[in-house]
């Protein structure tokens, strides 16, 4: 079966999840993601890779961090950036999602960045491309739903390796609220394509998916178990604007259980790193004295966000 998110030659046509991606592909977008870290080092402000080239940012839901290492991404690639509050616009008045999205292709639009609460909006979009012969136009996905945040995903790995250089050698835990995660889902599907060979998720039983070890994880409801000789630490954000119905008895009684504290991180290895997509809830997910610490490395993911979302642009706009 075709995989939608390549072209007929195998290279990246979207950008729309992880799963079912080939290790060559995601090592590529690592590869290519590196010069482009040199180059923020470097403070080079602009490359010309996507000059003339029209990014439209469809934000039909709120992200300020994403959105914005988007616009910072494709403003140094050269391309013109529009960002559209999806709130207040067409939307709102009853306009569908594609026929947004066709009044924006007759504006000559070549790549869209899609963040929307519901699952598969993205995948819909590309379909709709290709159904009406718009191939030219590639779809990235910044966000749909619980399904997938394919970027994120990239950016956690491009981290990964930067300070730890083998995946093939590593214990990760990811951390949390894994239940309404499309982070996680990204990480665990990155990760396992990437060789890691020991991936555990570790949260209470209401935010774990039942059917989490399906993905071939190992599940741990005890903290400290849970970080017993990792090498990373990949914390998530909780996820209270999704959950429904009562899943945790508070905010301080998840931080007792399952906050990351110094305390907590001794059980990993003395070398672990300490992850986190943002935007931090400290005093719930994480102490504040271990984000601002030796361990963490939250600053420089965005930093490596960047890079990484320009390699994405870049490829799609060689295909």
Known sequence: MHNPQLNRNGALQHLLTIDGLPREILSDILDTAA????????????????RGKSVFNLFFENSTRTRT????????????VINLNIGTSSASKGESLLDTVDNLCAMQADMFVVRHAVSGAPFLIAQHLAANGRDHIHVINAGDGRHAHPTQGLLDMYTIRHYKKDFTRLIVAIVGDVLHSRVARSQIGALTTLGVPEIRVIGPKTLIPADVDRLGVRVFHDMRAGLKDVDVVMMLRLQSERMQGALLPSPQEFFKYYGLTADKLCCARPDAIVMHPGPMNRGVEIDSAVADGQHAVILPQVTFGIAVRMAVMSMLAGT
Not at 35 to 50: D, I, Y
Not at 69 to 80: C, H, Q, V, W
Request: charge should be neutral.
């Open 35 to 50: 010069p482009f870290t040199e180059v923020a080092e470097r403070e080079v402000k602009k490359l010309p890779l996507l």
């Open 69 to 80: 290492t988007f616009e910072i991404a494709a403003k140094r690639l050269s391309a013109d």
